[in-house]
């Protein structure tokens, strides 16, 4: 991601030294990006606006068949179960499909139907977390 951001346009050292990390240096990531963002002037996301993009992004994914649905709504299953604020419900439809998709066999072909619909309903978004304050969004379908 930082060295699309400086192939984008966008530098500075944080994002230099962010895109030049090893995996084994990954501890150090969290603290370069959030540097970063401050070195460019972009605000941080909160959990909920970020775990939207995302969604938004993996919903897009789900939709150009680069990912399948059952894997687009495992990834955000995990992102909606590590935003923590107990009245976060917006990816519910994604939760509960993608927990029954191996309950009963005969609903596995539903769930997959849900998912699908409701990946379409999130790609389709053209309003985003940030738009209008100078954050950096994701970049439009």
Request: with cysteine.
């Amino acid at each position: 991601m930082a060295v699309e951001a400086l192939v984008a346009g966008l530098d500075s050292d944080s994002l230099r030294m962010l895109a030049g990390l090893l995996r084994i240096e990954i501890d150090e990531a969290r603290g370069l990006f959030a540097k970063a963002l401050q070195e460019l002037g972009i605000p941080a996301l909160s959990q909920r606006d970020a775990a939207i993009i995302y969604a938004i992004d993996i919903s897009r994914k789900i939709v150009r068949g680069d990912l399948t649905p059952q894997d687009g709504a495992a990834k955000i299953c995990v992102v909606a179960h590590a935003v923590a604020d107990l009245d976060f419900h917006e990816f519910d439809t994604f939760v509960y499909a993608e927990s029954e998709l191996d309950s009963y066999l005969k609903y596995r072909e539903y769930c997959i139907r849900e998912i699908m619909k409701e990946a379409e309903i999130w790609a389709a978004r053209d309003e985003l977390p940030g738009d209008g304050d100078g954050r950096a969004d994701l970049p439009r379908k």
